[in-house]
């Protein structure tokens, strides 16, 4: 099965001038419209790449549902260590030029890469995952108030503290990061007045495997819970491991990211030590973006999922956090405050 769209239709009407255009030369964008519409979506990781068990597998596991639902070729891409912005625009050309549509950057380090690739390839579409600073006609920028998950992260944490005190992991020193930490710190201090948060940045840049490098994470919540941290929240990517290995030898809670990280295998000899999870719906973000696309009516703008949507929120996985009444109940009436602006979420 395969979309009726403006893209078809474009395909069409310019056959013949792709045609003339292959028998004397023609540019590799030009030439690239024959084979627009041939194929579905495409993703190019982010640094750590598939199997993060975090942002990148959420990703994929959009490209998969968008797979399975529309019966169309899919690609999913892996970063390379020490690439330019260039590099990331190639890639992104190079799937765009296959006849991807629509082709999706996961991370705001393609913003670069996604605003070339987008001039050269307008009738493809594209998204960047965590960026809002890409504005073009053919560019969804799909990000997150991942900050507001972060606020019921910090309820969690600050209800299940026995020390009163709580920890705040993030993988690099970044905006993006910061809202994790601001509304994390807000939900703890909102919820309880007297715990306190060792927050730490393991790098301030990427490329120093802030996001890929769990010994790193392990260090920074060993340091914490000897601090007497007993509840350690990452927003680190693959990073974010080593916290959850951490805590899990120290026999306190951690708070994943992203995904519901109780349920991924690759942690589930940790899973009894994970309290819950804040996730983005980076899956639906991906997925609803191809789908727009299959529909002939493709998302661009600004694109933001949060609590009221239901793109961020809270994993319920854990019997533990699930059957605690009096903190479920916490935590549903703050999020019930922030839907309603009765409670202001700091994203910095």
């Known amino acids: 099965m395969r979309r009726i769209?403006?893209?078809?239709?474009?395909?069409?009407?310019?056959?013949?001038?792709?045609?003339?255009?292959?028998?004397?030369?023609?540019?590799?964008?030009?030439?690239?419209?024959?084979?627009?519409?041939?194929?579905?979506?495409?993703?190019?990781y982010d640094v750590g790449g598939k199997g993060d068990q975090s942002f990148n597998d959420a990703a994929y596991a959009g490209l998969e549902q968008a797979k399975k639902e529309f019966g169309y070729e899919t690609q999913d891409v892996e970063p390379t260590e020490g690439e330019t912005d260039a590099d990331k625009q190639q890639r992104l050309e190079s799937l765009a030029k296959q006849g991807y549509n629509p082709v999706v950057g996961v991370g705001y380090?393609?913003?670069?890469?996604?605003?070339?690739?987008?001039?050269?390839?307008?009738?493809?579409?594209?998204?960047?995952?965590?960026?809002?600073t890409v504005e073009a006609d053919n560019v969804a920028d799909l990000v997150f108030s991942e900050e507001e998950a972060s606020y019921l992260a910090g309820v969690a944490a600050a209800r299940s503290t026995e020390s009163n005190v709580v920890g705040f992991v993030g993988g690099v020193d970044i905006p993006l990061i910061h809202k994790f930490q601001a509304g994390f710190e807000q939900g703890v201090k909102d919820t309880n007045p007297k715990a306190k948060v060792l927050s730490q940045y393991l790098t301030q840049t990427a490329e120093e495997g802030g996001f890929s490098s769990p010994d790193k994470g392990k260090t920074a919540a060993e340091g914490q819970i000897e601090k007497k941290a007993d509840v350690v929240y990452a927003a680190a990517g693959l990073s974010g491991q080593g916290v959850i290995e951490a805590a899990a030898a120290n026999k306190?809670?951690?708070?994943?990211?992203?995904?519901?990280?109780?349920?991924q295998e690759a942690l589930a000899k940790y899973k009894d030590s994970i309290l819950t999870s804040a996730m983005k719906d980076v899956a639906k973000a991906v997925y609803n973006l191809a789908k727009s696309v299959e529909d002939g009516k493709p998302e661009t703008g600004i694109v933001r999922g949060d609590l009221k949507t239901g793109e961020v929120s809270l994993s319920n996985s854990n019997p533990k956090f699930a059957d605690d009444a009096e903190l479920q109940e916490a935590i549903e009436t703050a999020k019930e405050k922030i839907i309603k602006g009765e409670i202001k979420v700091k994203s910095s």
């Open 252 to 263: 306190v809670w951690a708070i994943g990211v992203d995904s519901d990280q109780y349920r």
């Open 5 to 44: 769209s403006r893209i078809t239709v474009a395909g069409a009407a310019t056959a013949s001038l792709a045609l003339a255009l292959s028998a004397c030369g023609g540019t590799s964008s030009e030439s690239s419209s024959e084979s627009k519409g041939d194929k579905g979506l495409a993703i190019a």
């Open 109 to 132: 380090a393609y913003a670069a890469a996604v605003k070339g690739a987008s001039e050269k390839f307008p009738d493809t579409t594209f998204g960047i995952v965590d960026d809002s």
